[in-house]
């Protein structure tokens, strides 16, 4: 079974940590993104990739990096994390022809920081 | 600019009822997908359906059906029969086609209808 894998379902961190959400996933997929889940605001997206070393700014970018340095791999870094990026993160991934396939998702990351 | 509307944040039912979740969107394209997505508690989001704009057929699977509006841009989602483990938040999205590439394309969301089903 194909699978987005994300490396944590909780996360706990302080205020001003750098933290790391990892995605993986096995499916040979060109494209992999990061989404925020917030209620009322639905999913917004943070980064996508379409590539190895490729990345482009969503619509909320701010307080947030990403590193692709294999296909198979994309991170979200928080560099000095803040309450407010307490939030669900989401990570999916699909085919170039995203707008046709959709995508595949992972669990989500619930990140707490206080 | 792109755009979906969930009017509905909550919705609460008994199991057996019928459940219709709302879903407008604004595009300039005249080629777009819409899509719906079901998110259990368990937090991943399932993919449900894919409509492309030139396809207006009403579309039924089991106790899920689709009915497709170009007229009104509105995508609407029924469950039939509800069960409990309907109970779920539902995403509609929107890709345009001309945004469909690596570099340019990504779905855009609805603010997601949370579905209740209670026993």
């Known amino acids: 079974d194909v699978k987005v894998t994300q490396s944590s379902r909780y996360l706990v961190k302080r205020t001003g940590e750098k933290v790391f959400l990892e995605c993986v996933q096995d499916?040979?997929?060109?494209?992999m993104f990061w989404y925020r889940q917030d209620p009322g605001l639905g999913l917004r997206l943070i980064y996508f990739?379409?590539?190895?070393?490729?990345?482009e700014k969503g619509d909320i970018p701010e307080g947030y990096s990403v590193s692709r340095e294999k296909k198979e791999r994309f991170s979200l870094i928080l560099e000095s994390a803040s309450t407010n990026q307490t939030s669900m993160y989401l990570c999916?991934?699909?085919?170039?022809?995203?707008?046709?396939?959709?995508?595949?998702f992972g669990s989500g990351t619930r990140l707490t920081v206080v | 600019a792109q755009k979906v509307t969930q009017a509905q944040t909550e919705i609460s039912v008994v199991e057996k009822e019928d459940v219709t979740l709302d879903c407008v969107y604004e595009?300039?394209?005249?080629?777009?997908?819409l899509f719906w997505y079901k998110q259990p508690p368990s937090g991943e989001l399932v993919f449900l359906i894919r409509?492309?704009?030139?396809?207006?057929q009403n579309e039924i699977s089991g106790r899920y059906s689709w009915n497709f509006q170009k007229s009104t841009s509105s995508f609407n989602f029924t469950i039939t029969a509800s069960q409990v483990v309907d109970s779920a938040v539902y995403f509609c999205?929107?890709?345009?086609?001309?945004?469909?590439?690596?570099?340019?394309?990504?779905?855009?969301f609805g603010q997601g209808t949370e579905l209740s089903v209670k026993p």
């Open positions: 999916a991934s699909s085919l170039p022809r995203q707008g046709y396939y959709g995508y595949t």
């Open positions: 499916m040979d997929h060109e494209n």
């Open positions: 990739s379409y590539d190895v070393k490729m990345k």
């Open positions: 595009t300039r394209d005249t080629t777009y997908y």
């Open positions: 409509r492309n704009s030139f396809d207006e």
């Open positions: 999205a929107l890709s345009e086609a001309s945004r469909s590439y690596n570099q340019g394309g990504k779905l855009i």
